[in-house]
């Protein structure tokens, strides 16, 4: 007896799906929305009769003409009209009792929006997007035209750095080893750009290293004399090179002022430190020293160079250090009878 229950169960669950697919042969559009206006008109007429016997019998006739699915032939085949939603609220409104009339208008008003929907699918046509897509293809290739060869290398480089196949079959190893190459690549590019940077800071206008330039190597046979390096700061400006000239006499202007023993010139230290030192011991001469020290840090680090301009001012400055320090210390010479230490 269980075996045959079980049998019986089965055999529901599998003819359940066919049977709920569709009820008897498929119906033509027109016809499907005949039947769901002639549902809505008897839904109507329920809803203006409700708590009547006309309203029960308008419910039931309703019922029967809605059935639960219908298979429907429309342009584009035949489609499932599913109705079983409709029947449970009609038969929701039969068993209200009273003259309730709130499950008859929900009725009413689902059976209108499937009709809608079957009146929406009768006047559709199909479109034709050949032309579109051609204006969108033509569209495409003139913006891909207008864009630059940058653009281009960037979006290229983009799409290799996360690792886009760039062609149909790509080697499969080739964009993480590039990936890494480039990796390597730019860290030993900071770290040359750091080393840079720290060697151009370190060294100012008072390193010796200042006073050999870029690109020459002076190897004489003893340090240069300050009057040297001022004359190499006029030639290096009669060359043009006004941003080395600037340095050479700065340079020049600190070894001399260390001759005169008015400051102690250390290569390792900085142009403030150097005006401190010259603060100290000879305070008329620091305004001019701190003029020099602007001018020199503004054209030397800032990146922009130095114009013709710039090293006539720098050089007046230097000339009126220099001349201002061999006067100081004449008159320490003279008042002590030897040069005043640093």
Not at 258 to 279: C, G, I, M, N
């Amino acid at each position: 007896m269980k075996r045959a229950l079980l049998w019986v169960l089965t055999l529901a669950l599998l003819v359940a799906p066919a049977v709920a697919r569709a009820e008897g042969e498929p119906i033509g559009l027109p016809a499907y929305q005949e039947r769901l206006r002639q549902v809505a008109d008897q839904l109507d007429m329920a809803r203006q009769a409700a708590g009547t016997a006309a309203g029960k019998a308008s419910l039931a006739a309703a019922r029967q003409r809605v059935g639960t699915t219908w298979a429907v032939q429309t342009p584009e085949g035949t489609v499932t009209a599913d109705l079983r939603d409709l029947a449970r609220l009609i038969a929701e409104a039969e068993g209200a009792s009273g003259n309730a009339r709130a499950p008859v208008e929900r009725a009413l008003a689902l059976a209108r929006e499937y009709l809608q929907a079957a009146e929406a699918a009768g006047s559709a046509r199909p479109v034709d997007l050949t032309a579109a897509r051609k204006r969108l293809e033509l569209a495409l290739a003139s913006a891909e035209a207008q864009r630059t060869w940058y653009q281009r290398l960037k979006d290229w480089w983009r799409r290799l750095w996360n690792a886009t196949p760039l062609s149909k079959s790509p080697p499969p190893a080739v964009v993480p080893y590039l990936k890494w190459g480039a990796l390597a690549i730019g860290v030993v590019g900071v770290l040359l750009l750091g080393r840079s940077l720290v060697r151009t800071l370190a060294g100012n206008a008072g390193g010796e290293e200042a006073a050999a330039g870029r690109g020459r190597v002076r190897k004489p046979d003893r340090p240069p004399t300050p009057e040297e390096l001022r004359e190499e700061s006029r030639q290096l400006a009669a060359a043009g090179d006004f941003q080395e000239a600037l340095r050479t006499a700065h340079l020049a202007l600190l070894k001399h002022l260390d001759q005169l023993s008015l400051l102690r010139f250390v290569p390792a230290q900085t142009l403030r430190e150097h005006e401190r030192q010259l603060r100290r011991n000879h305070p008329g001469l620091a305004r001019a020293m701190r003029g020099l020290n602007d001018l020199v840090e503004a054209r030397l680090y800032s990146g922009h160079g130095a114009t013709a301009e710039d090293f006539n001012r720098g050089e007046a400055w230097v000339e009126e250090l220099w001349r201002e320090g061999d006067a100081a210390s004449k008159r320490a010479e003279a008042s002590t009878g030897e040069s005043s230490p640093a």
